[in-house]
């Protein structure tokens, strides 16, 4: 085993070469850069998308995000500040050397400082990672200890008026979008047009009630705090790891290993657990990378907008408007650097879960 994890180790460098060069490859061809976006907030036209559309004299001749703009002369700005900001955030150095040295920058942990924020790029990532950690825990936590038990239950009651309704309704809470039933739990519960139960946005009250809260007070401001957007963000993941869960059982049930097993006088739920609970979780455990992973980064960013949660994926929404380039691929690489090892801890769970499999044998 240690030396297939030591290979898929030494896959993750080539494999986090093969998406950053292919990110950024792709933004030399992206109209505007953060220096267009300056000029952008210099003459008052917000972003630079306004910018870039405005045309006129507040157009580009030559637009290239790597580095090479040449901006028309009607904009009032002296040639030898564009020049400058071109040296301090990098781009005038040509787009491979651009490249490794920001390869080099990373594999050391470096990730640079933001074009507009003038922070440290790894020091805005540990301030925002608490809320998306939050959501992203407590929803996966609320998915797998809902669904595999209830997948479960549908299995070992397999066509049953439960199992039929069951499946029902995990099939619509999978159709309902996470937006639009976050916006529906704002308005229930959140002081819409129904009851006030709920806060309206932010992880913890504000800072001076916060703080003036005893430890348990504490505990239980942030869980009334969470409680809706984890349900929001949660609700499309019922559906896969229940059906999933109960699938992989039924295949498990009918083998003969289980008839020989009950044959033998074994109860049903030594059955169960005994024998074809290990065996019907390799697959959901082969799902956990993926399902952690779109939690955490792919599904919070809208819902961290509509609850006022400033995370990780709200931050790098906005550095892809303004392009803060800095900010967009020192996330990518650590959220593509997490992915990884997460791929690699989901095979170590299938041995542990499972001693028979030997992916060395198979290598």
Request: charged share 20%; net charge negative; proline share 5%.
């Given at each position: 085993m240690g030396a297939y994890v030591l290979r898929r180790l030494l896959l993750v460098i080539p494999t986090l070469l093969g998406v950053m060069l292919v990110n950024f490859t792709l933004?030399?061809?992206?109209?505007?850069?953060?220096?267009?976006?300056?000029?952008?907030?210099?003459?008052?036209?917000?972003?630079?998308?306004?910018?870039?559309?405005?045309?006129?004299?507040a157009g580009i001749e030559d637009t290239d995000a790597g580095g090479s703009e040449k901006y028309l002369g009607?904009?009032?700005?002296?040639?030898?500040?564009?020049?400058?900001?071109?040296?301090?955030?990098?781009?005038?150095?040509?787009?491979?050397?651009?490249?490794l040295n920001m390869m080099w920058n990373y594999m050391r942990l470096d990730f640079g400082e933001s074009y507009?924020?003038?922070?440290?790029?790894?020091?805005?990532?540990?301030?925002?990672?608490?809320?998306?950690?939050?959501?992203?825990?407590?929803?996966t936590m609320l998915v797998y200890f809902i669904s595999i038990p209830l997948g479960?239950?549908?299995?070992?009651?397999?066509?049953?008026?439960?199992?039929?309704?069951?499946?029902?309704?995990?099939?619509?809470?999978?159709a309902i979008p996470g937006f639009l039933f976050a916006i529906l739990l704002l308005i229930l519960f959140?002081?819409?047009?129904?009851?006030?139960?709920?806060?309206?946005?932010?992880l913890t009250s504000?800072?001076?009630?916060?703080?003036?809260?005893?430890p348990v007070g504490k505990v239980l401001d942030y869980f009334w705090h969470i409680t809706l957007p984890t349900i929001a963000l949660s609700i499309s993941g019922f559906a896969t790891l229940t059906l999933l869960t109960k699938?992989?059982?039924?295949?498990?049930?009918?083998?003969?290993?289980?008839?020989?097993?009950?044959?033998?006088?074994?109860?049903?739920?030594?059955?169960?657990?005994?024998?074809?609970?290990?065996?019907?979780?390799?697959?959901?455990?082969?799902?956990f990378p993926a399902m952690i992973v779109g939690i955490f980064f792919t599904g919070s960013l809208i819902i961290e907008f509509l609850f006022?949660?400033?995370?990780?994926?709200?931050?790098?929404?906005?550095?892809?408007?303004?392009?803060?380039?800095?900010?967009?691929?020192?996330?990518?690489?650590?959220?593509?650097?997490?992915?990884l090892i997460v791929g690699i801890l989901s095979d170590l769970m299938y041995v542990f879960i499972d001693p028979r499999i030997d992916f060395e044998a198979r290598g």
């Open positions: 933004t030399q061809f992206v109209p505007g850069g953060p220096i267009e976006q300056i000029l952008a907030d210099l003459e008052g036209e917000g972003d630079v998308f306004g910018a870039i559309s405005g045309g006129g004299d009607s904009r009032g700005l002296p040639e030898e500040y564009i020049q400058q900001l071109e040296r301090e955030f990098g781009l005038d150095k040509p787009p491979v050397e651009r490249f507009f924020e003038g922070r440290p790029v790894f020091d805005m990532v540990m301030e925002k990672l608490p809320v998306s950690l939050s959501l992203g825990l407590w929803s479960v239950r549908k299995a070992m009651h397999d066509g049953s008026r439960f199992d039929v309704w069951t499946s029902g309704l995990i099939i619509v809470a999978y959140a002081g819409g047009s129904y009851y006030q139960i709920f806060p309206l946005q932010g504000k800072p001076e009630v916060f703080d003036a809260l005893s699938n992989s059982f039924l295949d498990e049930i009918n083998k003969q290993y289980v008839t020989t097993a009950k044959a033998k006088g074994l109860s049903e739920r030594k059955v169960l657990y005994g024998h074809v609970f290990r065996n019907a979780m390799l697959i959901v455990v082969a799902g006022g949660l400033d995370g990780l994926g709200k931050m790098g929404f906005e550095a892809a408007v303004k392009r803060d380039y800095a900010v967009v691929f020192g996330t990518l690489f650590a959220f593509s650097l997490l992915s």
